[in-house]
């Protein structure tokens, strides 16, 4: 079951980048979406656990988590509505890179000949997709590169803060994910909205109500998915199950029409894969 549960939150984080571009092309943008998908969570969390709320004002460093989580949904949601979902997912699976920095600088570990491995692979990945087609720097190449890129660093950040705090209850840790992922999405599309930016939220018609109720419940159950396999199984496990999003997302969007795939792309990917994979191995060698 915990299996199961990992893989049921790696299909529909997968799948996301669908309904999100539904939804905008019904007026309501990815990060409006957002802030709607955790508002039910953050209420039903703040209802059943009110003493979490307690806990999380007196723990900064849970800001600090709530920043991170906030940042990290906020870039993802966006980035697979409005770029190649294929090359979005791809740069934001860098993320092993980034907690590998992160985890040195907060945390104090030591980097090992196999980290030093898999920070060559990711970065090797991430400058086979960067690079354009007619040759120059591998740098990203539009917003959603950029967004892609931020929301897996934040997703790093998100997780390094998580095992620096856990000696917090998960009650507290998850209202500070869900926290984020309203105010720091709602903030943005707010400033973004006032400035002309992005359209302020509106939907087609009355209709679209309930699938967007139902894919906040789906999210609410996917993150309770995340916790209790997470939970449940070795920290190499649920990183290697997590992968499956990988490929999901990929077949989908090359299905449905939300990205391409070339061989240089291809190669990266594998490249980048390969990083994350390796690191599930060194967490479960040094057990």
Known sequence: MPAIALMFNALVWGLS?????????AGLHPLWTTVTLYVISLAVISLSHRPAWREFVRTPALWLVMLAAGMSNTAFNWGVALGDVVRVVLLFYL????????????LGERLSALA?????????????????????????A????????????????????????AASSSHARALAMFCGGVVVAGLAATVMAGVGFIAWPS?????WLLPLAGMAVLFFLSNISLQFGAARLPANVTAIVMLVEVPVA???ALWWGGGSLDLKTALGGLCIVAAAMLAALERHNSR
């Not at 993320?95 to 907060?106: D, T």
Request: aromatic share 12%; hydrophobic share 60%; net charge positive.
């Open 95 to 106: 993320m092993p890179l980034w907690a590998l920095l992160l985890a040195r600088l907060i």
């Open 142 to 165: 539009s917003l959603a590169d950029y967004l892609g890129l931020a929301g897996g660093f934040s997703f790093a950040l998100n997780n390094v803060m998580l095992r620096r705090e």
């Open 203 to 207: 939907l087609a018609g009355p209709g």
């Open 17 to 25: 980048w669908w309904p999100f571009r539904q939804f905008q092309a």
């Open 116 to 140: 030093g491995l898999r920070m060559l692979l990711a970065l090797g990945g991430a400058a086979i997709v960067l690079m354009p087609a007619g040759g120059g720097l591998p740098w990203p």
């Open 250 to 252: 990929a077949a989908s």
